[in-house]
C-alpha cells in the first residue's frame, strides 16, 4: 500500500509565496513522473507541473516563471515552490505519483489535496 502526504497549503496575499511538499511512503520500487495539480472551485483539475525521473519538468503556461517544481528521490518528495503567487492560484493542490510499488506493477497514485487560498 503506498500512501502520498502533502503539506504547505495556507493563506497567502497576492505576491507571496507557498511551498508545498508531498512525500510518499509504502512498498515502493520506483517511482517515475511526479506531478501537481489543482483544481479549483467550479473547474476542472489540471496539471499544474510534473517531472520526470530525469527531472525534465513540464509546467502550464499560466505558472510558467513563478512555479519550481522539485523532487527529491531519496525522500520519495516532490516539492512546488509557488512564487508571486495570484488570486486565480486559489485552489486545492494534488500530488500524484506514478509508482512501482514491485518491479511487475504499476499504480497511480494521488494525495489528499492541500488549499491555498490567496487572498488580501
Known amino acids: 500500500q503506498v500512501q502520498l502526504v502533502e503539506s504547505g497549503g495556507g493563506v497567502v496575499q497576492p505576491g507571496g509565496s507557498l511551498r508545498l511538499s508531498c512525500a510518499a511512503s509504502?512498498?515502493?520500487?520506483?517511482?517515475?513522473?511526479m506531478g501537481w495539480h489543482r483544481q479549483a472551485p467550479g473547474k476542472q483539475r489540471e496539471l499544474v507541473a510534473a517531472?520526470?525521473?530525469?527531472?525534465?519538468?513540464n509546467y502550464a503556461d499560466s505558472v510558467k516563471g513563478r512555479f519550481t517544481i522539485s523532487r527529491d528521490n531519496a525522500k520519495n518528495t516532490v516539492y512546488l515552490q509557488m512564487n508571486d503567487l495570484k488570486p486565480e492560484d486559489t485552489a486545492v493542490y494534488y500530488c500524484?505519483?506514478?509508482?512501482?510499488?514491485?518491479?511487475?506493477?504499476?499504480?497511480?497514485?494521488w494525495g489528499q489535496g492541500t488549499q491555498v487560498t490567496v487572498s488580501s
Open positions: 509504502g512498498s515502493i520500487f520506483r517511482i517515475n513522473d
Open positions: 517531472i520526470t525521473s530525469a527531472s525534465s519538468t
Open positions: 500524484n505519483f506514478d509508482i512501482l510499488p514491485t518491479p511487475s506493477e504499476r499504480t497511480d497514485s
